[in-house]
């Protein structure tokens, strides 16, 4: 069993950057793909990206590629989302993911934080 716990979130202008973490807890988090998708008001769950339990791959849509990027930290058992050049269209909250497996993480996550809201403002 893993637990998720995001933090970071808040309002920043367009333009600006937001690191969100997720604090990991269970036996298995250093085997498990991480990821993280979001959902806007009325839109909607949108899969940002994975990164897989070596911190080797990572995926993401084509609308954060080039602006956010996934990184982990296994000792700390800690999940980061570094979101930069932010846009009033990523306002949305954001939820962090785990599962055993990339194509998991993307599709149909086993585990999923409470969220944490972005807002960004133009």
């Known amino acids: 069993q893993v637990q998720l716990v995001e933090s970071g979130g808040g309002l920043v202008q367009a333009g600006g950057s937001l690191r969100l973490s997720c604090a990991a807890s269970g036996p298995t988090f250093t085997s498990q793909a991480m990821g993280w998708f979001r959902q806007g008001s009325g839109k909607e769950r949108e899969f940002v990206g994975a990164?897989?339990?070596?911190?080797?791959?990572?995926s993401g849509t084509d609308a954060v590629k080039g602006r956010f990027t996934i990184s982990r930290d296994n000792a700390k058992n800690t999940v980061y989302l570094q979101m930069n050049n932010l846009k009033p269209e990523d306002t949305a909250v954001y939820f962090c993911?785990?599962?055993?497996?990339?194509?998991?993480?993307?599709?149909?996550?086993?585990?999923w934080g409470q969220g944490t809201q972005v807002t960004v403002s133009s």
């Open positions: 990164i897989s339990w070596s911190g080797g791959a990572t």
């Open positions: 993911v785990a599962d055993r497996t990339m194509y998991g993480v993307a599709t149909r996550p086993d585990y």
